[in-house]
């Protein structure tokens, strides 16, 4: 490993402070490293601050320093590279992240080469008015179609290849992938689901019904959610948590599984369900 682009959240990693103390680690291990000019807010000397395209180019490993948003921001950053992500975790829960920003230990295994990569599925995400594509993306987590005014319900439809599914009148709907299912999605009430698993989950979002209920597909459906409500500016689209994209009544958001994946570096004798009871419930375990 000759070259690691780090990648801190500023809001996060006040100062940099812990992106200087890593970054000092590697490059006494002979690592360049570089930082987007974006997100450098301080100088130092053991990393090099250039435009995001030259700081990535060549990196074997990109570490992305900050929550479990930190990671989302990167990875849609770097979607199609192929490049393997380190999540250090410097936020509040870090669900995706695999360590902490003073596990020093296992920074220096990773170097060493003692690690897995965990590949996740993605998802496209592409918004058509009439005949025209007027916006699209990828994301790792999910798209959220919901209101924009807190006061106001909405109404959508949605089909999967084509075939109708249900109309919910609400706040909205969340499609998650695996990854995503422990995000927007179980808070909305849908299913934790592996995220190694090929699926897409749909939650509806406070509906006014009865019988709406969370709907888990697979991954190779299309998925369409179309917008019926007449309120100009009533209804928003959001991928991992980014501004949302207004939509007009008629439009549609087209969501399929992506041909890129995210590549998770994993270096802790943990899994998938150890997580879940350490972030999401009051049980520890040893990790060792």
Known sequence: MKKIMMHPNPTRDINLENTRKIAQFLTSRGIEVTIPEDVATVDYPCFKILPFEEAVCDADMIISLGGDGSILHT?????????????????????????????????EQVLDGNYIVEERMMIDVAIRRGQDIIAEGSGLNDVVVAKTNRLKIIDIDVYADRSFI?????????????????????SAGGPIVDPITESITITPICTHSLSAKPIVLSSKREISVQALSRVEGSIGVSVDGSSPVELNYGDQV?????????????????NFYDILCTKLSDRRFDAN
């Open 75 to 107: 990875v849609a950053k770097t979607a199609g590279m192929g490049i393997e992500i380190l999540g250090i975790n410097s936020g509040r829960m870090g669900y995706m992240a695999e360590i902490e920003a003073d596990e020093f230990d296992y920074l």
């Open 166 to 186: 249900s109309h919910y009148q609400g706040d909205g709907v969340a499609i998650a992938t695996p990854t995503g299912s422990t995000a927007y999605s179980m």
């Open 254 to 270: 087209i969501i399929k599984r992506s041909n890129h994946m995210t590549k998770l570096v994993r270096v802790k004798n943990i």
